[in-house]
């Protein structure tokens, strides 16, 4: 079974400082990815590290076989199986909840689960080896249902640690996983289904969202009925918060998972060429249709691991905290598959931001001794807009450092953040695409300085510049373009959309004829070699001839002390073609509720564009709504804001998070 493992880290190729590094990375490629490889086990060697004869289709560690829950999990069993893997939080399961859902305490001992009730929250630990145990279990309940190697199973799930056995154990048996995000409505999960060809559906019987019960089983249901392609069965978690009428197709996980145990199941995992795929994950969908991202296995499992150690020096033993869902990347590749590959402990948390109030994060944060924080910097924003209080409140001194992305990161949050953890706040930049960051800074190496507006430089492995899109030529400091990467794109990253080797290739590499990767981003070089992103290339608005990127105006804006958030769009104008005009959440809205008061807001926001970008930036118009539309990955969504804005339709809303937001865009609009 397992097998003892060398002592593969003293192996590792040294490098003196990040340039080195670097160079090797792009110099020679399959030598440094070669060496990189020995992070990870390999049930056969690869035969060639990196096959780039028909790019941009690149083929990294061809021939070597190797399996992602083995390395995740098996594999730390002989130095840390007692070491905690993951630490489970909750704060929806608390104890209003308990006496008004009676039967969810009894439900996690049909699980299996030892929880540990406390009055706002609930936590379970899980050791390497009770990891090892129900990854076995859930494995081998898939195996008994037919599922194998090749097979792709939709995992529609809350944050519970199910969720992580689900995809470990496809991962284990070479089933392809495809986690769709729990909040999307019937219609998408359908859409991803049918993409997918799912031949199984995993899901609970509910979700819990700030204390409101959702009802994932009716969901799934109704996608089973609207889905061209029927799955075989639908597994069901039951947590007991919602009795459910089962289906002919539907399995009770708990009943399977009791069989799996009293046999003490085992099941082998099941060796992959290194670019078999291990899954496929949609992109946000924020700027149109999603693309299936397709994952290979060993330059997955390669990337990431590596990552752990060169971007966030993380450490066999330390913890790590990536909050995030699974159903975006950064749930999948930082709070499940890296860690573990990194021997490390990760915290899976299910709940909101504020709730039960908003010092949740930093009790968890001290409770459990996180070291290495990640999130999006929407929930950052969130919570400063809170009393301070719930930030001192508690010992943060585990954290080294707080990674974010996912979105522009405003420097007063930045500095809000840094004021009170006193580590470095490190924005860094990637797509669900790449899988793991293409700009960062290097927490290893004490490279350059981190620089505060800024995420860094291009990571090992990443040919990324920014290019002229018209010549194709590279851009000078402080010129601005598109930033690209050339092919091959390192390992880790997408091998191809899904069942769609065109889409892959025209959404992709299109611009430069196929030698480079459109990221869709604008991005600049400073002086002294810092990139900065410039927001995306379809949010560019063009005023009277200038090209402006919205997002300068954003964090022109994000300059004026009551603004929590904001977004700028651009305007049809006769006169100019464009003018933009900017959507502003206060702090306090209350400090806009008179006519007088909010044109004297709205003069200080102009004042702040002005100041910054000149005149040419300055907004037609500032509105003030309570919130402004997100996608469900906290993303948001300009292109509906400028319909608003326009008087237009929204268009395909479907990863819209919160409807009401909609309503506050349009009543800011009517009471201007
Ligand atoms: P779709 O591609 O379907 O429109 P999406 O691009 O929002 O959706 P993701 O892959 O989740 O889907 O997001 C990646 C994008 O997020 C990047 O291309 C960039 O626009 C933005 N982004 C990520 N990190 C940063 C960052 N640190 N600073 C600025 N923008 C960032
Ligand atoms: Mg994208």
Redesign the pocket.
């Known amino acids: 079974m397992t097998q003892q493992l060398p002592q593969q880290e003293t192996t590792l190729p040294t490098y003196q400082n990040f340039s080195e590094l670097y160079k090797h990375s792009i110099d020679d490629r399959a030598g440094f990815w070669g060496g990189q490889a020995r992070r990870i086990y390999w049930h056969k060697q690869p035969d060639k590290i990196l096959d780039d004869s028909n790019l941009p289709f690149a083929k990294w560690f061809v021939g070597g076989e190797t399996n992602l829950c083995y390395n995740c999990v098996d594999r730390h069993l002989p130095d840390r199986a007692e070491q905690d893997a993951l630490i489970w939080v909750s704060s929806e399961i608390n104890q209003e909840l308990l006496s008004n859902h009676p039967d969810v305490a009894d439900a996690f001992k049909r699980l299996g689960n030892s929880v540990e009730f406390y009055t706002d929250y609930a936590k379970r630990r899980l050791t390497y080896n009770d990891l090892y145990k129900e990854v076995n279990y859930f494995a081998d309940v898939l195996q008994r249902y037919g599922v194998g190697k090749g097979d792709r199973v939709v995992i529609y799930m809350p944050m519970i640690l199910e969720a992580a056995y689900a995809m470990l154990a496809c991962a284990r048996i070479g089933a392809i996983h495809s986690v769709v995000f729990g909040g999307f409505a019937a219609h998408n999960l359908a859409v991803r289904m049918d993409d997918a060809q799912a031949k199984m559906v995993i899901t609970v019987d509910a979700g819990l969202r700030g204390g409101k019960v959702i009802n994932y089983k009716n969901l799934v249901n109704q996608a089973v009925e609207q889905a061209n392609v029927k799955p075989e069965h639908v597994l069901v978690v039951d947590r007991g918060v919602m009795p459910y009428k089962p289906n002919a197709i539907d399995i009770d996980y708990a009943e399977q998972r009791k069989i799996s145990h009293e046999n003490k199941a085992r099941v082998e995992p099941v060796w992959l060429e290194s670019n078999e795929p291990s899954y496929l994950l949609?992109?946000?969908?924020?700027?149109?249709?999603?693309?299936g991202?397709q994952r290979d296995t060993g330059g997955h499992a390669v990337a990431l691991a590596t990552s752990i150690d060169y971007v966030y020096n993380g450490k066999a033993g330390e913890t790590f905290w990536a909050i995030s869902d699974i159903g975006?990347?950064v749930g999948h590749s930082y709070t499940i598959y890296a860690p573990l590959l990194a021997g490390m402990t990760s915290i899976m948390y299910e709940g909101l931001p504020h709730r039960p109030n908003p010092g949740i994060w930093w009790r968890i944060v001290e409770a459990n001794k996180v070291n290495i924080l990640f999130t999006?910097?929407t929930g950052v924003r969130m919570l400063k807009k809170q009393d301070e209080m719930w930030m001192t409140r508690y010992d943060v001194s585990s954290v080294k450092a707080f990674f974010?992305?996912?979105?522009?990161?405003d420097e007063p949050t930045a500095e809000w953040l840094s004021g009170h953890l006193g580590v470095p706040i490190l924005?860094?930049?990637?797509?669900?695409?790449?899988g793991w960051p293409i700009?960062s800074h290097v927490a290893k190496f004490d490279h350059k300085p981190h620089k505060q507006g800024s995420?860094g430089y291009p990571m090992y492995g990443y040919d990324a510049k920014v290019i002229n899109e018209e010549t194709g030529e590279a851009c000078q400091a402080g010129e601005k373009g598109m930033l690209a990467i050339t092919a091959p794109l390192p390992p880790g990253c997408l091998s191809t959309v899904w069942r769609n080797d065109e889409r892959f290739i025209n959404a992709y590499f299109g611009l430069f004829d196929g030698t480079r990767y459109s990221?869709?981003?604008y991005a600049q070089v400073d002086a002294d070699g810092y990139y900065h992103?410039l927001?995306?290339t379809d949010d560019v608005i063009n005023v009277a001839g200038h090209r402006l990127g919205t997002?300068e105006i954003e964090e022109a804006i994000s300059g004026h002390d009551e603004v929590a958030e904001c977004a700028v769009v651009g305007i049809h104008d006769e006169l100019k073609g464009e003018l933009p005009v900017a959507f502003c959440v206060l702090k306090d809205h209350s400090l806009v509720e008179t006519t007088e008061s909010r044109f004297r807001v709205e003069q200080q926001v102009i004042g702040e564009v002005v100041k910054s970008l000149g005149a040419i930036a300055r907004p037609a118009a500032v509105y003030f709504p309570k919130a402004v539309p997100k996608?469900r990955?906290g993303?948001i969504l300009r292109r509906a804001i400028r319909a608003l804005a326009e008087g237009k339709e929204t268009g395909d809303m479907s990863?819209l998070d919160d409807p009401t937001a909609i309503e506050a865009v349009k009543l800011a609009i009517k009471n201007y």
């Not at 949609?282 to 693309?291: F, Q, W």
């Not at 924005?427 to 790449?434: F, G, K, L």
């Open positions: 949609y992109t946000s969908g924020t700027t149109g249709k999603p693309k991202v975006w990347a999006a910097p974010l992305a996912g979105e522009p990161l924005d860094h930049y990637w797509q669900t695409e790449t700009l995420p990221t869709s981003d992103i927001g995306r997002q996608t990955s993303k990863t």
